[in-house]
């Protein structure tokens, strides 16, 4: 079923951005939106692995450029918008999906709470929250002034909903992505249009460059103790792959979600269910 995620909805003719777009979470994104039809537009601040996904979508079939842009710089959003504008005169369709934690703002045996960085702690604050914020306002006032209409997806985190021990920035930042999609739902609805819908998914424990270092031993590849951990309060007795948040991406774009509106929907394997009991 996955390889035909183009029957589930149809976006040819749509626009879409995804912020963040060449990372590890978002690059499946990227390619089965392209699959199902649309203008993918990747923002990323690395050039090189931007062109690769690019070059891999336009392989394929699909539609794909490549902006160079940091989202925590709303002088380059609004450079990158003004490209948007003149080379595909708008915007359907806006997936915030930059974000990350930074090992200075992460707890361990040699770093305790109170050495965690000033600088980790914003910059994991920058990221997330501040990165969602700008992009919203920059590319949302696109949408809104070229389509009247469109979908804004945030990327939340399990951490919003049970924060984690270890890493007390990056789950503060994910729950105000969470709160800022929902304030965000009700301002565009009352503002400009309801039409245009904020939603966001939060993924639970996906492996990544970011967090691998958390969850497997870097020498043996076996579950750190925080990862079984883990393992041990997911019913689904994994961890989540890329390909995982499809489904819910493309109900969250489609027509089939048209009275969804202000939600965060997990997909985590059932942890956030689990009371460990």
Excluded at 132 to 154: C, P, Y
Excluded at 193 to 222: C, E, H, M, Y
Excluded at 230 to 243: E, N, Q, V, Y
Excluded at 264 to 271: A, S
Aim: with cysteine.
């Amino acid at each position: 079923m996955k390889n035909n995620w183009k029957n589930w909805v149809d976006l040819r003719g749509k626009v879409a951005m995804v912020t963040g777009g060449a990372g590890e979470l978002c690059r499946e994104m990227c390619i089965v939106l392209a699959q199902c039809g649309a203008n993918i537009l990747i923002l990323d601040y690395d050039r090189e692995k931007t062109a690769a996904l690019v070059k891999k979508i336009r392989k394929r079939g699909g539609k794909s450029t490549g902006l160079i842009a940091s989202v925590t710089d709303k002088v380059s959003l609004e450079m990158a918008a003004r490209q948007v504008r003149k080379s595909f005169g708008g915007l359907d369709i806006l997936i915030n999906g930059a974000g990350g934690n930074a090992p200075t703002a992460t707890t361990n045996d040699s770093q305790d709470f109170f050495a965690l960085s000033e600088e980790g702690i914003r910059k994991v604050f920058a990221l997330n929250v501040l990165g969602t914020i700008l992009s919203s306002q920059v590319f949302g006032k696109v949408m809104w002034e070229t389509r009247k209409a469109g979908v804004i997806i945030n990327i939340s985190s399990m951490n919003a909903f049970r924060p984690l021990t270890r890493i007390p920035a990056y789950s503060a930042a994910k729950a105000g992505v969470s709160n800022f999609t929902q304030w965000l739902a009700v301002h565009f609805a009352q503002n400009y249009s309801p039409q245009i819908r904020v939603n966001a998914i939060a993924p639970g424990f996906f492996v990544t460059a970011q967090n691998r270092f958390l969850l497997l031993d870097p020498k043996t590849k076996k579950l750190t103790p925080r990862g079984q951990k883990i393992m041990d309060h997911t019913p689904a007795s994994r961890f989540g792959a890329p390909g995982d948040l499809t489904s819910t991406l493309l109900w969250l774009i489609s027509p089939a979600s048209e009275f969804v509106n202000g939600v965060v929907v997990p997909v985590d394997g059932g942890f956030n269910a689990f009371s460990g009991v």
